[in-house]
């Protein structure tokens, strides 16, 4: 019956812990709004800004793992470069201590007489508050009392326990072996993927009486550890630098808590437990476990603050680039180059070139792909479109940038014609999704196309990678030969299109071509049309370009 009580005691007490810290963040994160995205981007490349900024988010949404997924997401955008995220990622371990400190409250008072008043409280604000805002608080706390009714059915759930000599034995053992209470608390977090409801555990378990304090150190050394797996999920599919993020997330955990572990078996960081702080009692256990936790992160990033740019390094050489990965940051735009307005507008073309060169590449795999009926081809076009989104933007910015500076009146010009040509080609890339969707169609589905159907594709694709072609190298080279040349194929385009669907209804009349089969070849047949109105405005904008910089037409 122990055991019952025990095992829906911990179960019901996680259950309200998680869903009160969950519940709290959620509603924290209303509360800041757009202003925790911005706290974060706003990181500069002063390591100790990134560091407070980590932990100032961490504190006040409450969840390290939060702030490291969002950091990845941050570097995955571009928006955030690796060493930026590397300061971020060491000031969320710093915040998510404050966890532990709000847990160890149940030593000071009876945290389950405050937890239904703040239910109360916070149902009233956020059934009935009149505005946005005032809700969200309701939500923050109602989160606050759920986790203290968690937190309340946890230790009444270890109360038993105390009488139980095998438990003791067991928990003396990890007293005895620190390893193993590293793995425990390493295993404990990958399970329930939160540190804050690990060290909470320990401490209801150290209130108890059920574990020592220096048994309880390896267990959060192996929390630290655990928590990173979370980032490393969060990293999965996404690009270079969000990846390298996640790992030196991993190496700054794993280094500190391996270094830690060096004191705790040798038996000095005991003996200095023993000189500094002599009177834990399970009283005043849970505040010493929070001290522990503050002072080892805050140790860990004082220790590898003058180390951050070896560690950018080590995550580098963790996580190499692979032949055919996609440098999501721009090339050739460079700020200081913005005082010479015509350095930038060439560098602003160069830029763009590398965009059409990029959106070029991932038509070419989608449409190879279709042809071939072969998915490979496929997986990298996510992660190009996604460059070359950002692309847009970052190009779009530095010309708007660039327009505010004294420029020369055919420099004036150029500037609407490059951003034309950037979204322009932002839209082609938007086309190899498109195409990549009709691919995955076809190979699941198994549509079949008849011979005389791909000889025609052929020939229309021929004809859109040859124009694709001769644009790169006309807004690469300035040449309007090319850019004229570019505009005569898409007449020939236009006609491939019109042929095909007449050819397309006649081999549906004779019964050759599958119904499903032909509407996803029709819409293929659309996309590679559509491109080449794209390609057309980008050859023309080349045209006006050179005729305003005085070219002889």
């Not at 034995?169 to 390893?179: H, R, S, Y």
């Not at 507008?345 to 009926?373: C, N, P, Y």
């Not at 032909?518 to 047949?525: E, M, Q, S, W």
């Not at 405005?537 to 370009?545: F, L, P, S, V, W």
């Amino acid at each position: 019956m122990v055991t019952q009580d025990l095992i829906f005691g911990l179960v019901g007490g996680l259950g309200f812990f998680f869903f009160g810290m969950q519940f709290m963040s959620e509603g924290l994160k209303k509360v800041a709004g757009d202003r925790l995205k911005r706290i974060l981007h706003i990181a500069t490349k002063i390591p100790i800004v990134g560091i407070l900024v980590g932990a100032l988010v961490t504190c006040l949404i409450q969840s390290s793992s939060a702030t490291t997924v969002m950091v990845v997401g941050f570097v995955n955008a571009g928006l955030m470069t690796l060493k930026q995220a590397i300061c971020v990622v060491m000031g969320a371990n710093v915040g998510t201590t404050f966890t532990a400190w709000l847990v160890s409250s149940m030593a000071v008072f009876k945290i389950s007489q405050y937890a239904l008043p703040l239910l109360g409280i916070g149902f009233v604000l956020k059934q009935f508050g009149r505005t946005k805002n005032t809700r969200s608080w309701g939500q923050v706390f109602m989160g606050f009392g759920l986790l203290f009714i968690g937190l309340s059915y946890m230790k009444d759930a270890f109360v038993p326990l105390k009488n139980s000599q095998h438990v003791k034995d067991m928990f003396i053992t990890f007293g005895d072996n620190p390893l193993l209470g590293l793995m425990v608390g390493l295993i404990f977090t990958i399970v329930l993927q939160s540190s804050s409801a690990t060290i909470a555990i320990v401490q209801v378990l150290a209130f108890n009486g059920l574990i020592s304090f220096p048994a309880a150190i390896p267990i959060i050394l192996g929390d630290n550890i655990g928590t990173t797996i979370t980032a490393q999920l969060a990293a999965i599919g996404t690009n270079l630098p969000a990846r390298r993020t996640a790992m030196s997330h991993t190496l700054f955990n794993v280094t500190g808590a391996a270094y830690m572990m060096v004191f705790v078996y040798t038996g000095w960081f005991t003996k200095a437990m023993n000189f500094l702080t002599p009177d834990i009692t399970t009283k005043n256990i849970m505040f010493y476990i929070a001290v522990f936790h503050s002072a080892f992160n805050v140790f860990n990033v004082m220790v590898f603050l003058p180390f951050i740019g070896s560690l950018e390094k080590a995550s580098i050489w963790l996580v190499p680039r692979r032949k055919d990965t996609v440098e999501l940051g721009v090339q050739y735009l460079e700020k200081h180059l913005l005082e010479t307005p015509s350095v930038a507008i060439e560098q602003a073309r160069k830029e763009t070139s590398r965009m059409l060169h990029l959106a070029s590449r991932a038509i070419t795999d989608a449409v190879k792909s279709f042809i071939e009926g072969d998915k490979k081809r496929l997986r990298a076009i996510p992660e190009i479109e996604h460059a070359v989104d950002n692309l847009q933007s970052e190009i779009t910015r530095y010309l708007i940038e660039l327009s505010q500076r004294s420029l020369l009146e055919e420099e004036s010009e150029m500037l609407p014609v490059l951003i034309h040509s950037v979204n322009d080609i932002e839209r082609i890339g938007d086309h190899s999704m498109n195409i990549k969707e009709l691919t995955e169609r076809r190979i699941e589905e198994k549509l079949d196309l008849s011979e005389e159907a791909m000889d025609s594709l052929r020939s229309m694709w021929n004809e859109v990678s040859g124009m694709m072609e001769d644009v790169d190298k006309a807004l690469k080279n300035n040449d309007i030969n090319l850019s004229g040349r570019a505009m005569e194929r898409e007449e020939r385009i236009n006609k491939y299109q019109e042929d095909i669907k007449k050819d397309h209804v006649a081999r549906l009349n004779r019964g050759v071509c599958d119904f499903k089969s032909g509407i996803v070849f029709l819409d293929l047949v659309d996309n590679l049309e559509k491109i080449g109105d794209h390609l057309t405005n980008i050859a023309q904008g080349i045209t006006k370009g050179m005729r305003w910089q005085g070219a002889d037409l």
